[in-house]
């Protein structure tokens, strides 16, 4: 789970892989994203923008976009699970923590 | 600034944009598996599977201080996931106890603890500028929490 930067929007993830954005303020769904049956166990916002990523137990990260409703990027980042996830905003970077024997 | 916290019981500060390893903080006794930095950038939490939260200053190990934690918060269970308020005085721990215990930097004294969810607490995070803040459970639940007048307000999400 996580919110965006202006706190109006909750990311969060289901273990049966499902990706959900909701309103804060209504609690009405804004976006579902469905990425087959990969457990979600990192999610982040851009800091300055409305793009976020999940990571999941089989090592893909997907970078979407909330506004649009739309998958900016799926891919295999690593063969274990991705734990964590970090933008850094001084540059275009995304880092992901995960587990790859 | 960017923290990685391991299953070696490790936590690692990298100072970017190099990102060398200068530092190696030891001072869980179990996996670490949150952190967070104060808004301040001088202060970093982490949270293990110790039932810990610990408390670094950063300012004083890069000035070549003992690297080791100035404050603990002792829980029951392990902690999932741990937030700071956007002005630094809250720290939030998510919990396998069930519970989210607000503690304050302040005085390193707990302010209250929720309980509502059933099982254990994954994540939290503050909102509306340290009023309110939100916590996710195993139960699938996305709670929120009145901070100031320290009671529950309602399940945002029920089946996540």
Redesign the interface.
């Known amino acids: 789970?996580?919110?965006n930067g202006n706190?109006s929007f909750?990311a969060?993830g289901?273990a049966q892989g499902a990706m959900?954005i909701?309103s804060?303020d209504d609690?009405e769904i804004a976006v579902t994203l469905t990425g087959g049956l990969d457990p979600v166990l990192a999610i982040k916002y851009h800091p300055n923008s409305q793009k976020l990523a999940f990571g999941t137990a089989s090592g893909r990260i997907v970078i979407a976009d909330r506004v649009h409703s739309a998958v900016i990027s799926d891919f295999k980042a690593t063969n274990g699970p991705v734990w964590?996830l970090?933008f850094?905003s001084?540059?275009a970077s995304l880092?992901f923590?995960g587990?790859e024997d | 600034m960017l923290a990685s916290v391991s299953f070696d019981w490790s936590v690692v500060p990298w100072d970017s944009p190099d990102f060398h390893e200068k530092y190696r903080l030891f001072g869980h006794n179990a996996p670490v598996v949150t952190a967070a930095f104060l808004p301040n950038g001088r202060f970093l939490a982490t949270g293990g599977d110790d039932f810990l939260a610990l408390i670094w200053d950063m300012t004083a190990i890069r000035a070549g201080a003992d690297p080791a934690s100035i404050a603990r918060f002792a829980h029951q269970r392990k902690i999932s996931h741990l937030s700071i308020s956007a002005d630094s005085a809250m720290l939030a721990i998510a919990s396998w106890d069930g519970g989210l215990q607000i503690w304050s930097l302040d005085t390193m004294t707990p302010i209250t603890k929720f309980r509502r969810h059933i099982g254990p607490v994954q994540a939290t995070q503050f909102v509306e500028n340290g009023a309110q803040i939100i916590s996710a459970g195993r139960d699938g639940h996305i709670r929120r929490w009145n901070l100031k007048e320290k009671h529950y307000v309602q399940s945002l999400v029920e089946n996540g």
């Open positions: 789970m996580h919110v706190l909750i969060f289901g959900r909701i804060l609690r964590g970090a850094l001084h540059t880092v923590a587990l």
